[in-house]
């Protein structure tokens, strides 16, 4: 079965200062891998997804994401943290096939940034 | 082109009733997916739809169906609610089945169903 891991359910981060956000999967085949953003009351907003190719994927809103198939990891990356980018991050697994599940999230990590 | 549209955006309900939550997918798209996002579970996989057949289901009870109309529109129902039931229910859209290709889902904003 697949999973997501996010290992950080919240993170401080003063705006200016670089950030990442930690995404473990484990998936059988090739996976499809997503970052979404969510700010309060909202629904989820698409920041990048990797399907396949060049591995470093770029995304909106400056974000960009590293994708390593050794580690199982597609970690989430920004240079500059704005107050605007606090909101809730959600990393996602889907299937490359057909007759997938769905996507599946990880549990999500709360980013705050202090002025 | 217009998002992902949900109706109604909230809901209050008693225990033992039932709801229906609707979604409007994008112009184009022909695959439907649910979720249920709540606190303790987080965003869970309720069901797929694709020309009107149920094509993927995720772990919830029977009491959670749902159905897809000629024209992509979806409905999700919900019969003999439980306190537990209390969520942010999402809808996603995507041109074909989520799974297949290069697709990619886009969330509506959700309906936030509370069950007194």
């Known amino acids: 079965a697949q999973s997501v891991t996010q290992p950080d359910i919240h993170i401080t981060v003063s705006e200016g200062a670089s950030l990442e956000l930690r995404c473990n999967y484990s998936?059988?085949?090739?996976?499809?891998l997503f970052w979404y953003v969510q700010s309060p009351g909202q629904g989820l907003q698409l920041l990048l997804k990797?399907?396949?190719?060049?591995?470093l994927v770029q995304g909106i809103k400056g974000f960009e994401a590293e994708f390593k198939r050794s580690q199982s990891s597609f970690n989430l990356r920004k240079p500059s943290v704005h107050w605007s980018d606090a909101a809730e991050y959600f990393c996602?697994?889907?299937?490359?096939?057909?007759?997938?599940?769905?996507?599946?999230f990880g549990k999500g990590t709360h980013l705050i940034i202090q002025p | 082109k217009a998002g992902v549209t949900q109706t109604p955006r909230y809901l209050i309900k008693t225990r033992g009733q039932q709801v229906t939550l609707s979604c409007s997918p994008i112009?184009?798209?022909?695959?439907v997916s649910w979720y249920q996002q709540t606190p303790g579970q987080g965003l869970q996989f309720l069901f797929e739809?694709?020309?009107?057949?149920?094509?993927n289901k995720g772990n919830f009870p029977g009491r959670f169906s749902g159905r897809q109309f000629s024209n992509s529109r979806s409905e999700m129902n919900v019969s003999t609610l439980e306190l537990g039931d209390s969520a942010l229910y999402l809808c996603?859209?995507?041109?074909?089945?989520?799974?297949?290709?290069?697709?990619?889902?886009?969330f509506g904003p959700g309906t936030r169903l509370t069950v007194l």
């Open positions: 996603a859209s995507s041109l074909e089945l989520a799974g297949f290709g290069t697709d990619t889902q886009y």
């Open positions: 998936y059988g085949a090739t996976p499809y």
């Open positions: 990797y399907f396949s190719g060049d591995t």
């Open positions: 996602a697994v889907g299937g490359a096939g057909g007759g997938a599940d769905g996507l599946t």
């Open positions: 112009s184009g798209h022909r695959s």
């Open positions: 739809y694709f020309s009107e057949t149920q094509r």
